[in-house]
């Protein structure tokens, strides 16, 4: 079914005109905020297309054959769950059964995370249950485990400061070992952008 038994998950939104990046649009406009959405998912693949293990891109609302993550480089399926906790779940679950005995998920969020940190995650899950990348927004762009964990998907406020701290709590009562990664910045609001786009 696989032969190293890594899996890498990168959550994608479709790519849609004022469906993406929607406080940046807010504030730069809809044709703004879709290009900053490119250039980080662009990002994410420079990173990720000669990483080292298997790969797979879960699309938000359909599986794209056609665009510029390679067939021949990334699986592709399809998000699905009421809320961004329920897709994590399903994506974890269906790489755990699928036979992977490592799993880390990331987005397209990320200017700052690099392919060296990725290594780190999965060398991390060497020798503890759990890596975790802190954002500075209070969530994380990055979780990564050998068993599934379904009380880190449950009772969290998406997309809030509390994501975190929430997540740390979970693996605290459950026990768990766990491994941190630099925290890093995920782009949501103009402040997050890097200084070429703020001029």
Request: glycine share 6%; proline share 2%.
């Amino acid at each position: 079914m696989n032969t190293k038994k890594q899996l890498l998950i990168i959550f994608y939104r479709n790519p849609e005109l004022g469906k993406v990046k929607t406080r940046l649009a807010a504030s730069l406009g809809d044709d703004k905020a879709l290009a900053i959405y490119l250039d980080l998912a662009s990002h994410t693949r420079q990173i990720t297309d000669a990483f080292d293990t298997d790969k797979v891109v879960f699309y938000s609302d359909h599986i794209d054959t056609e665009d510029n993550w390679s067939n021949d480089v990334y699986q592709k399926q399809l998000q699905h769950g009421h809320d961004l906790g329920e897709r994590m779940h399903n994506a974890f679950d269906w790489a755990l059964q699928s036979g992977y005995q490592s799993v880390c998920i990331i987005g397209t969020d990320c200017f700052d995370l690099t392919s060296e940190l990725l290594y780190k995650a999965f060398n991390d899950l060497h020798t503890t249950d759990v890596v975790i990348g802190p954002a500075r927004d209070g969530g994380y762009y990055l979780l990564g485990m050998n068993t599934l964990h379904a009380d880190f998907f449950k009772n969290k406020e998406w997309g809030t400061y509390t994501v975190y701290s929430d997540t740390l709590e979970d693996i605290g009562n459950l026990d768990l070992e766990f491994a941190l990664l630099p925290i890093l910045t995920d782009v949501d609001e103009i402040a997050d952008l890097p200084k070429r786009y703020q001029r």
